[in-house]
C-alpha cells in the first residue's frame, strides 16, 4: 500500500523561510520521480517543482525558482523543499506527488 504523508507546513511571516518534507512509503523511492504541487484557495493546483530519481535532474516553475530547492533523501524515503523569501503568493496547501500517487497536503500560510 502506497501513502505519502508531508509534513512541515503552518504560519511564516512574509520573506521567512520553511522546509517542508514529504516521506514515501510502498514504493522504491530511489527510482521515481518527485514531484510538488501547490494549490491556492480557489484556484487549480499547480506544479512547483520536480526532481528525478538520482536527484540530477532538477526543475522549478518560473514563480519559486531562486527561492525554493528541491531535495531529496533516497535512504529515507523522504523529500524535501526548503522555501525561503516566502510571499503572500505562496500560500496554500502543498502536495507531494510520485508516480501518480498523492499526499493529503500540507497547509502554508505566509503572512505578514
Known amino acids: 500500500q502506497v501513502e505519502i504523508v508531508e509534513s512541515g507546513g503552518g504560519l511564516v511571516q512574509t520573506g521567512g523561510s520553511r522546509r517542508l518534507s514529504c516521506v514515501v512509503f510502498?514504493?522504491?523511492?530511489?527510482?521515481?520521480?518527485l514531484r510538488w504541487y501547490r494549490q491556492a484557495a480557489g484556484r487549480e493546483r499547480e506544479w512547483v517543482a520536480t526532481i528525478h530519481g538520482s536527484g540530477g535532474s532538477i526543475s522549478y516553475a518560473n514563480s519559486v525558482r531562486g527561492r525554493f530547492t528541491i531535495s531529496r533523501d533516497n535512504s529515507k524515503n523522504t523529500g524535501f523543499l526548503q522555501m525561503s523569501a516566502l510571499k503572500s503568493e505562496d500560500t496554500g496547501v502543498y502536495y507531494c506527488m510520485m508516480s501518480d500517487y498523492w499526499g493529503r497536503g500540507t497547509q502554508v500560510t505566509v503572512s505578514s
Open positions: 510502498g514504493l522504491p523511492f530511489s527510482v521515481h520521480i
